[in-house]
């Protein structure tokens, strides 16, 4: 498989007048492609820090990062808009759908920036993806009309829509009961089957094990790397 993120001595560091603290310190980690990893610690260790430069959303203060054999760090906001936007789909906590649009024009949202698509190709493949998903049948809907388990697996459908290198996803079942949880977990199971690449941040033991390979952040520093039994796809 080939490696799609390489991140070497990576670190970070918010600077106020007074002191300095280090998120992150020394971070060496590859992802390679098709794999699915769990990133895991406890709250304020830097996991989801990790998760924000990893999604081009933040910068890191030092070290190198590659993504699909490109160096980032030296990139301007336009570029790092176009790649977050062509090689990334996001998955949040806290859904991030806009309550005045369709469930259809959220899922197009991502490709409004795509000028090599028509109009009509755009709602071609919003459709598509939320088909995957199993909410086509809800593309008129409104997110207010939707349950917290299907307003997170539309929002599943707009990480997808792009067919972007990685999912990155910030506790995606944070905000959800358990039987939706569930739900969201076995979609992104069956993404990941079907070959996409997946790194999720999760406090939840539970959801960390669905993952090839867990990864754990103690005070900003990996402090271990360990596959679990999950098969690789």
């Not at 990576?10 to 280090?22: G, P, R, S």
């Not at 993952?211 to 790397?225: L, N, Q, S, T, Y």
Request: aromatic fraction near 4%; proline fraction near 3%.
């Amino acid at each position: 498989m080939n490696t799609l993120i390489k991140l070497t001595n990576l670190k970070k560091v918010f600077a106020t007048d007074e002191v300095e603290t280090h998120a992150l310190s020394e971070i060496n980690l590859d992802i390679k492609q098709g794999e699915y990893v769990s990133i895991s610690g406890p709250s304020g260790c830097g996991k989801s820090t990790l998760l924000s430069i990893l999604g081009l959303l933040d910068t890191c203060s030092g070290g190198s990062f590659e993504l699909n054999g490109h160096q980032v760090a030296g990139l301007d906001h336009k570029q790092r808009a176009y790649i977050r936007n062509k090689e990334i789909g996001f998955v949040f906590q806290s859904f991030n759908l806009i309550s005045d649009l369709t469930v259809e024009e959220n899922v197009t949202l991502p490709l409004t920036y795509r000028k090599d698509l028509s109009k009509a190709e755009r709602k071609q493949m919003a459709l598509a993806a939320l088909e995957k998903v199993d909410m086509s049948h809800r593309a008129k809907h409104y997110p207010a009309q939707l349950s917290g388990g299907q307003q997170q697996r539309v929002a599943v459908a707009r990480a997808i829509v792009g067919n972007p290198s990685i999912i990155l996803a910030d506790e995606p079942t944070g905000n959800l009961d358990s039987k939706n949880a569930e739900l969201v977990m076995a979609l992104l199971d069956k993404l990941h089957a079907e070959g996409t690449t997946i790194c999720m941040v999760t406090h939840d033991p539970r959801g960390a094990k669905r993952a090839e390979r867990i990864v754990e952040v103690f005070d900003g520093r990996i402090v271990g790397d360990t596959e679990t039994h999950v098969a690789v796809a």
